[in-house]
Every structure is written in C-alpha cells, then in structure tokens.
C-alpha cells in the first residue's frame, strides 16, 4: 500500500491525464498534423498557416492542461480527493453496496463546507485517509467482480468507524483518533488474489 504522499501523487497524475484540458490536446493535436499532412499534398500554400495554427492548438493545450494542474492542486489536493472518493462511490454502486454514510461522506466533501475552509492552510492527514482506504478497498472489490461486495462487507468495518468521527468532528481530535489506527489498517487492507480470497469467500 503506498503512503499517503505516493498515493495522492499517483491520483494528481492519473486524474489529470482525464481532466479537459488533456483531452482536448489528444484531439486537437492528431487533428491539426492530419490537416498538416493534407495541406502539404493538396495545398502547400497553407501548410505555414497550419503550422500556425497546429502551434497555437499545442500552446493552449499546454495552457489547459497546466490550469487543470494548479485547480487539482488548491486546497491541498482537495479536487483530487473529491474526484476519487467520488470514483470509489461509483465502484461499489455497481457491486451492489449501498451504503449512506459513504453517501454523507461523499456529500461532505464536495459540498462547499468548514472542511473546504480548514484544508486551505492544512492537509487534513485524517481526510486522505479515509479517501486512500475507501479507493483501495474498493478497487480490491472491484477486481473480484460478484465475490467483491463480501471482499468490502468484511473489511469495512474501520473506514466505516472513521466515518462516523468525522461526522463528529466537531467533538473529537481527528488527527489524533483516526490517522494513527487507519494508517495501520490500511497496511492489511486486501489486494487481488484470485487463487486465495476468491476461493474463500466462495465457500464462506
């Protein structure tokens, strides 16, 4: 399992690769060299102008891309923990687990709250936390297709208990109580064993 730091790292990139301003570079840039290689065997008179303009498509790409870059980075990568407890959501949805204190979790962080206000001078360590162990354990699932609403109903149990102090939060030091012993329990969170876990919970 990788460390906090790793992991939001890993997310910042692979959600960036996905974000607007990447994809419309992938099809503007084949876009503009297919009308470079046009012009230039039908109409060389306008292969300057398509260079210019195959130019311009590559500077406002990088433009995008580096704006998509600095939003995902506000707030101590806040956008980059919404959208993936988002996918995590997404995921269990399909494998059938229904579950509303991820729901209200989900809701906290991506309606404009205290935490938005709080995370702008501080990572919330205890935030990345719980989003790291619900995107693990959920892709865990995932991997085990109709076996993997058991995988999550039988590791659940800690992130769930994370949940519920942080509806709390107000009343309870979260550094102090959920970053020490999640930390931990993401260390024995399962990953993908077809040979091991998928027989066991076969005959469980």
């Known amino acids: 399992m990788l460390n906090t730091s790793s992991w ?3 997310e910042f990139w692979n959600q960036l690769w996905r974000r607007p301003g990447a994809i419309s570079t992938y099809f503007s840039i084949p876009f503009g060299l297919v009308c470079l290689f046009l012009s230039r065997l039908f109409q060389p008179c306008l292969e300057g102008w398509t260079w210019c303009v195959l130019s311009i498509n590559l500077v406002l790409g990088v433009a995008l891309i580096v704006t998509d870059a600095i939003c995902s980075s506000q707030n101590h990568y806040l956008p980059v923990l919404r ?3 988002y996918g995590s959501r997404n995921r269990l949805l399909e494998l059938g687990v229904r579950s509303t204190q991820i729901d209200r979790f989900v809701s906290a962080l991506w309606l404009p709250s205290q935490l938005e206000f709080t ?5 919330r360590q205890w935030v990345v ?3 790291q162990a619900l995107d693990g354990l959920s892709r865990t699932a995932a991997h085990y297709g109709r076996c993997g ?4 109903e039988a590791h659940h149990d800690s992130i769930l208990e994370a949940i519920q102090l942080f509806e709390c939060s107000e009343l309870v030091d979260m550094e102090k109580a959920i970053t020490g012993p999640l930390s931990i ?9 077809p040979e091991g876990w998928a027989l066991t919970l076969e005959y469980t």
């Open 8 to 10: 939001i790292r890993r």
């Open 83 to 85: 959208l993936s407890v």
């Open 149 to 152: 609403k058991k995988v999550f």
């Open 129 to 131: 936390l719980i989003v």
């Open 119 to 123: 995370c702008r001078s501080k990572r």
């Open 185 to 193: 329990r993401l260390k024995s969170l399962p990953e993908f064993d």
